[in-house]
């Protein structure tokens, strides 16, 4: 006999007659399936399920006298048995009365083969969605949805929407900045992946050296080439071929080289952090940061090699930093075509310069807000540590200086490490009375309170304000001015009305003062005294937000200049 010939009573039926051990489920009556209640019964059970199994198989035109059997062999059905005793075989043979009565108290019941239940999701939602419930997904999270409802199936409603409300706020406290759940994430299966799949096994044999770029405190940067594996032996460049190596054919891969200082204290450290920190970015913000390649360590005393000594390798993007730019006597119209693939058209001198400083400072307030919102604090925003692409993209280097709050990660409370000519006046990028950080996830776990109190972000922040302020008058972009620029803000109590009022020589703001002083205005709200709770001074999101981009004058230049057919 087919399962389909099966002649069963209405689910509504079968749940009135058996309240004590069924109820419906389902949003409507021709999709009612019936949900078994498996909890402990009163001492009638027994007699309850077994009156409800012979009403079943009376219904199935079986005899009363015939058992299901249990595991067991026993004559009647346990409750906490009934689940495993009925489902055997969905797809019953022809002639196989057992089978075709599995398969018709499976479809009474509402099981399917995936174990999900589509039912428990609104077929309103479902059409909504444009999903069908035959969709997996849809009978995944059907199954889920069930499970859950199994789960709490013993709590009232107060107590159910208690459960929500804690899981919504757990939920809540694991994504907010800077990220506990996605740190994990990091942490625990995305580092691991880079350390097996992502990592260059570099050595010192793989790179010439060319010229010299610039120097810090705890390492000198090189530009540089991979050597060839075409195995041609290449002369030791010296002199004037060193500086050409950029435009040598024979090097297919530019890169950039850091030389962590051997003899200077604290030097290994500060190298040890920045390759710790370059991976990291690397995972959590490619887009702001040169692409990390790895790194090395000499084997052998060498020219610029120093044997034991670390180098860190990046690959080329570009030689000249935003300071760089800042030197030339045509800043910022020299970043112009650059920045936006040809000479903007229809606009002045003054507006095309607006636009550059704008779109540079667009790109560093968005690299900063997607760090931050991995727990890094940079802690040396300034020019040098902005590298400018030959595609016209700033990105940040030098990680040597940064934290990562999340976790504690070269965080000292009492040590500043910012250059004095960019640092805000709070010096630290936390109150020094916050004590050191505890273990790793714990640090982790707690890090949004202190994210939250203490808003670390605003210390880089103040930095990107002075940064804007060079951009835009000329009188602060040599280190002379800058210096006097700060000695008159101090005295001035860090705000720059009072400093644009009182300053012995009259500053040059076109630039600021365009577009009735959106400008002038975002700089007044990085370039502060941080007031109680972060006030005072915008984060990076909040920047993103003001007037000064929302105009969005140089997102709207790139591209038309870009579509543009004259030259």
């Not at 849809?138 to 899981?167: C, K, N, P, Y």
């Not at 000249?320 to 058209?345: H, I, K, Q, V, W």
């Amino acid at each position: 006999m087919a399962a389909s010939s099966l002649l069963l009573p209405p689910a509504a039926t079968l749940a009135k007659k058996h309240t004590t051990l069924l109820h419906p489920f389902g949003a409507k009556p021709q999709a009612q399936r019936l949900i078994f209640r498996c909890g402990a019964t009163s001492g009638g059970a027994d007699d309850d399920w077994g009156a409800f199994l012979d009403e079943l198989k009376r219904s199935l035109q079986i005899d009363p006298s015939d058992r299901v059997a249990s595991d067991a062999g026993g004559v009647g059905v346990a409750p906490d048995d009934l689940v495993t005793a009925l489902p055997l075989d969905p797809g019953p043979t022809v002639g196989d009365t057992t089978n075709a009565a599995a398969g018709a108290v499976n479809e009474l019941l509402g099981a399917d083969a995936s174990g999900g239940d589509a039912g428990a999701i609104p077929d309103a939602l479902l059409s909504a969605l444009h999903l069908d419930a035959s969709n997996p997904a849809v009978r995944a999270a059907g199954g889920a949805l069930s499970r859950l409802d199994a789960l709490t199936a013993g709590l009232s409603e107060a107590q159910r929407w208690a459960l929500l409300g804690f899981l919504a706020a757990t939920w809540l406290y694991l994504t907010a900045r800077p990220g506990v759940l996605s740190g994990a994430v990091d942490a625990y299966v995305l580092a691991p992946l880079q350390l097996v799949l992502g990592r260059r096994s570099l050595k010192m044999s793989d790179f010439v050296v060319g010229e010299r770029i610039g120097e810090g405190s705890f390492g000198v940067v090189y530009a540089g080439a991979v050597v060839p594996k075409n195995g041609a032996v290449l002369e030791e460049r010296a002199g004037r071929a060193r500086t050409s190596l950029q435009n040598d054919d024979r090097y297919k891969e530019k890169v950039i080289l850091k030389k962590i200082k051997v003899m200077t204290v604290g030097a290994k450290e500060c190298g040890d952090y920045e390759e710790w920190f370059n991976y990291r970015v690397a995972r959590a913000a490619p887009e702001s940061c040169a692409e990390f390649l790895g790194s090395f360590v000499a084997d052998v005393t060498k020219a610029e090699f120093i044997k034991g000594g670390k180098w860190l390798v990046w690959k080329f993007e570009g030689d000249r930093t935003l300071a760089n730019y800042m030197t030339d006597r045509g800043f910022p119209s020299s970043l112009e075509s650059l920045m936006f693939g040809r000479t903007l058209r229809g606009l002045s001198t003054l507006e095309r310069d607006a636009l550059v400083v704008k779109q540079v400072m667009r790109q560093l307030v968005t690299s900063l807000k997607r760090i931050h919102g991995t727990g890094i604090v940079h802690r040396d925003i300034k020019p040098s540590n902005l590298v400018v692409t030959r595609r016209g993209q700033v990105k940040l280097i030098d990680f040597g200086a940064a934290t990562d709050l999340r976790i504690g990660k070269n965080y000292v409370p009492d040590r500043g490490l910012l250059d004095p000519d960019y640092c805000p006046p709070e010096l630290y990028v936390l109150p020094e009375e916050t004590p050191q950080p505890p273990p790793e996830p714990i640090a982790a776990i707690l890090s949004p309170i202190l994210w939250q109190l203490n808003q670390p972000d605003l210390f880089d922040m103040y930095s990107a304000g002075i940064v804007l302020m060079q951009m835009a008058i000329p009188s602060l972009r040599t280190q002379s001015g800058l210096k006097n620029f700060n000695a008159e803000l101090r005295s001035a109590g860090y705000d720059l009305n009072r400093w644009r009022q009182s300053a012995r020589r009259k500053p040059d703001l076109q630039i600021l003062d365009l577009d009735s002083g959106r400008g002038w205005d975002l700089a007044t709200k990085l370039v502060s005294e941080r007031g109680a709770n972060g006030g005072g001074r915008l984060s990076a999101a909040a920047a993103l937000r003001h007037p000064y981009f929302l105009l969005g004058g140089d997102q709207a230049a790139a591209v038309l200049s870009k579509l543009s057919l004259s030259k």
